[in-house]
């Protein structure tokens, strides 16, 4: 993959990208993301906010523009769902991760997100990756369902390449023949983007496995593995959810799962001192 020279790719110095969202330094802190598949509501966008944060959330996740397979299908509630997610910010500071599917919304939607998502079925739309790249917003790159790790990093190559170097990957399962579970959660792309790119990689086990129960043992070995993060979805009501309603965690689950993601986290960062020496990063601002 050296001779293709992206951008992306790490350099001699072995150094990798931080990208700091708040507090957090993405690359460096574990950071998770949790929230609704999709804003439905104020008071289910707020109350999860609330929940998700006292048990430890980083960021709030949350669409207001959402991809849906069925046209028929709830399609979010668009830029009224930008003002709730701006209203949750409000109330609990968390910081804001909301996907954006068309470029002509990709500069207008920086005044509501901290992150702007780029889903899995638009890892390739080109003309959405260059105007996230004319932001300065990071963005949040999940991995397209049948694509190559040389293919994704071609896709954050293009954010790259408009000027802004804020690209966080995301692993969320891709296609493979096992009906058990929604996607086949790829962990072996975790440290072999590692490998080659010095950009941070966050799991997301919730679309990645598309079943509750599969969701922490998941977490866990993202963690294992060497994620930089997770995203999950959590609904403060699941078997209310519009969309995605069998991988919402409840508050109670999210809760346990993030006390056992941070401890296994701090002994991993025990284990490797060197690996998460803070000189081997770049801070970005
Ligand atoms: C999502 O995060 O809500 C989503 C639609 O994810 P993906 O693009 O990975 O399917
Ligand atoms: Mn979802």
Redesign the pocket.
Known sequence: MKDLKLCALKNNDNKRTVIKVGDVRIGLDFVIIAGP??VESEKQTIITAQKVKEAGADML?G?AF???TSPYAFQGLGIKGLKILEKAKKETGLPIVT?VIDPRDASWVCEYADIL???????QNFSLLKEVGKTDKPVLL??G?YSTLSEWLNCAEYILAEGNPKVIL?E??IRTHETYTR?TLDLSIVPAAQEVTHLPIIV?P???TGRLSLIPPMSMAAVAAGADGI?V?SHYKPCEAL??KDQALDPEMFRDLATRVRSLREFMENLDKERYDESKFIELI
């Open positions: 598949c999709s996740r669409g959402k991809p849906r996907e998502q780029v889903g899995a079925r638009n890892m999940k991995r369902m995301c969320r399962g996607n997301d919730s679309h990645g995203i979805e969309c995605d």
